[in-house]
């Protein structure tokens, strides 16, 4: 089956507390991209990468990393998460840069306490 | 950047009834998407379709792109379409992988 998957589902931390979103797509597609959900401000996108080693900025990147350096996997590092970074995270890709149909991942809840 | 507004913001219904979301875009796009997020937070992919019409069961969705348009119509409304549908934009690349731009949604609940 065709999807993008992200682990974990669910996860409360503690400030400060390093911690990795993974997320892996199996449609070989060449554009993944990462956003956040926050009640009143929508989905923003946080990252994307166009292809394996091209990555760049979004629109609210401050306080997150990420890494590709194979197609299928994307993820997504907080290196020292704070309470404003508690939010829906999606992680989503497609299969060209500049056109198709975009697909989204589960979604991870992210709680920083 | 492109804006992208959506119609009605709330919408209740009675199971069965029929129902049209709106979605205005200010620019061009070559990219238009609508998504269903269910109750628990996910998005589900329902069409994509920067023009023309496509049908999928009891939804279609019209895009007309020279007016800067798109129409997602729920017919035979079930329980099981309540959350938000979101309609979702990218104009023509201007460099970078373009992005999608997401309106506010429609929150929709079905009633019995």
């Known amino acids: 089956e065709a999807q993008v998957t992200q682990n974990p589902r669910y996860l409360i931390t503690v400030t400060g507390k390093k911690l990795t979103v993974t997320c892996s797509q199996n449609?070989?597609?060449?554009?993944m991209s990462w956003y956040r959900q926050d009640p009143g401000l929508g989905l923003r996108q946080i990252y994307y990468s166009m292809n394996v080693e091209a990555t760049d900025k979004g629109d609210v990147p401050e306080g997150y990393k990420v890494s590709r350096k194979e197609k299928r996997n994307f993820p997504l590092i907080l290196e020292s998460p704070s309470p404003n970074q508690t939010s829906l995270y999606f992680c989503?890709?497609?299969?060209?840069?500049?056109?198709?149909?975009?697909?989204f991942g589960p979604g991870t809840r992210l709680l920083v306490l | 950047g492109i804006q992208v507004e959506q119609s009605p913001p709330d919408l209740i219904l009675q199971e069965g009834a029929n129902s049209t979301l709106r979605c205005n875009f200010s620019?061009?796009?070559?990219?238009l998407q609508w998504f269903h997020q269910n109750p628990w937070g996910q998005l589900i992919n329902l069409f994509y379709?920067?023009?023309g019409t496509k049908q999928n069961g009891r939804l279609s969705a019209t895009t007309v792109a020279t007016e800067r348009y798109s129409l997602l119509y729920i017919s035979s409304s079930q329980t099981t379409d309540s959350g938000v549908y979101f309609c979702a934009v990218a104009p023509p690349i201007t460099g970078g992988g373009n992005k999608l731009t997401f309106g506010t949604g429609t929150q929709l609940k079905v009633e019995l």
């Open positions: 620019d061009s796009v070559n990219n």
């Open positions: 989503a890709s497609r299969d060209r840069p500049t056109w198709g149909a975009q697909y």
């Open positions: 379709i920067p023009s």
């Open positions: 449609m070989n597609h060449e554009y």
